[in-house]
Every structure is written in C-alpha cells, then in structure tokens.
T-cell receptor, first 115, second 114 residues
Framework: GAGVSQTPSNKVTEKGKYVELRCDPISGHTALYWYRQSLGQGPEFLIY????????DSGLPNDRFFAVRPEGSVSTLKIQRTERGDSAVYLC?????????????FGEGSRLTVL | DAKTTQPPSMDCAEGRAANLPCNHSTISGNEYVYWYRQIHSQGPQYIIH???NNETNEMASLIITEDRKSSTLILPHATLRDTAVYYCIVIDLGGGTSYGKLTFGQGTILTVHP
C-alpha cells in the first residue's frame, strides 16, 4: 500500500537483548518521526529526521536508544540492552516538510514486549 | 506549544452529532489547532486543523472561538467506527525552524453506541 509501513508488528524479547524496529515512510516524504506509546498514554515524541539527518533527538530517553536513516527513506530504531520499561508501541510517522505542517501520517506501530 | 485540556471520556449515540471540546487558553498567535484520532490498535490519524477560522472537511468540522482559547471538533453523524481516542494538539508552525513535532495529551475517549 501507499501508507507508512512498520516491521515487525510485534516483537517479544528478553531483558538485555538488542532490538531493531524498521519504518518505511510514504514515498517522497522527507520528514520522518518516531514516537513511543505506553499503555493508556498518548504517543510521546522520540526523534525527528529531515532527510538523512536527525534534526531533533531530544525525546530519546537515554543512550540505549539510537535511530538512523542512511538514505533518507527507510529508518531503523535501535534499542540496546533492552529493559522491561522499554515495553511499548513504537510508532513511525512521515510528512512533507514544505509547507510546514502538523499533518503526519502514522504507521500501525511495532509492539515491543520485553520479558 | 500551548497546553490543551480535554474531557477524559464522552458518549454519543450512533447517527447523532459528536461534539468534542478542547481548551487551549494559552494559545499564541502562530499556533494552530490540530485534531487526531486513534482507533484501537492503530496509529493516530489526522482529522483536521485550523488557525482562526472554522474549517470543514469530509471527516469533521472544527469550530474555533473568536478568542481562540477553545475549540470544538464536530463529527456530524457519528458511526460505531468513530469510537476512538481523540487528541487536540496545539502546535507552532509559524517559525522557520518549526516542524510537525506533536505533543499528545491523554485525549478524549469517544464511545459511539447503537
């Protein structure tokens, strides 16, 4: 389809393991965002990419979290030494940068469970 | 960005209009009002946005008060599929470095019943 695609849709891992979550944005969208949503809460901003560079990573909770977007399209969120508190739905969104817009297109998310 | 306040939950009968309020009393001149909704197990979906004037699209209408301190999202004929969490978000898009960094609150859980 033409929407934002996220894989895997579900990931169960053990405490201390390394996890990668992938986001494939809408073709042509230069802006890409990662959000995290804990149960019963609204989504929480993690990081924003404009092209290949992270323009704002102020939402990443600590240095175990890292994201890349090497070719300005697909992005990968990487979590090292996972902890039980990392369990959440990780949402990716994309948008057109010009004009500045608050209209983001979200994927269905990757549900991460850390045992 | 200005803080928003929404009721935690609302009910609506199918076929009736759903009116979802939002307070944003500290909104400033460059800040837009955006509405998103999130159906269970899906990502948030953009509904509508506005600055000063009332807006309407195929999904909903947005009424913004003249002083811009509050707004109402109207779903004119609610269906069961409109059951979702609705988020009102205020965002500054007026500056050269601004972008779509959304701050979600708790939202309003709208339940549409038969």
């Amino acid at each position: 389809g033409a929407g934002v695609s996220q894989t895997p849709s579900n990931k169960v891992t053990e405490k201390g393991k390394y996890v990668e979550l992938r986001c494939d944005p809408i073709s042509g969208h230069t802006a890409l965002y990662w959000y995290r949503q804990s149960l019963g809460q609204g989504p929480e901003f993690l990081i924003y990419f404009q092209g290949t560079g992270a323009a704002d990573d102020s939402g990443l909770p600590n240095d175990r979290f890292f994201a890349v977007r090497p070719e300005g399209s697909v992005s990968t969120l990487k979590i090292q030494r996972t902890e039980r508190g990392d369990s959440a739905v990780y949402l990716c969104a994309s948008s057109q940068k010009t004009p500045h817009t608050g209209e983001l297109f979200f994927g269905e998310g990757s549900r991460l469970t850390v045992l | 960005d200005a803080k928003t306040t929404q009721p935690p939950s609302m009910d609506c009968a199918e076929g009736r209009a759903a009116n979802l309020p939002c307070n944003h009393s500290t909104i400033s001149g460059n800040e837009y009002v955006y509405w998103y909704r999130q159906i269970h197990s899906q990502g948030p979906q953009y509904i509508i946005h506005g600055l000063k004037n009332n807006e309407t699209n195929e999904m909903a209408s947005l009424i913004i008060t003249e002083d811009r301190k509050s707004s109402t999202l109207i779903l004119p004929h609610a269906t069961l599929r409109d059951t979702a969490v609705y988020y009102c978000i205020v965002i500054d898009l007026g500056g050269g470095t601004s972008y779509g960094k959304l701050t979600f609150g708790q939202g309003t859980i709208l339940t549409v019943h038969p």
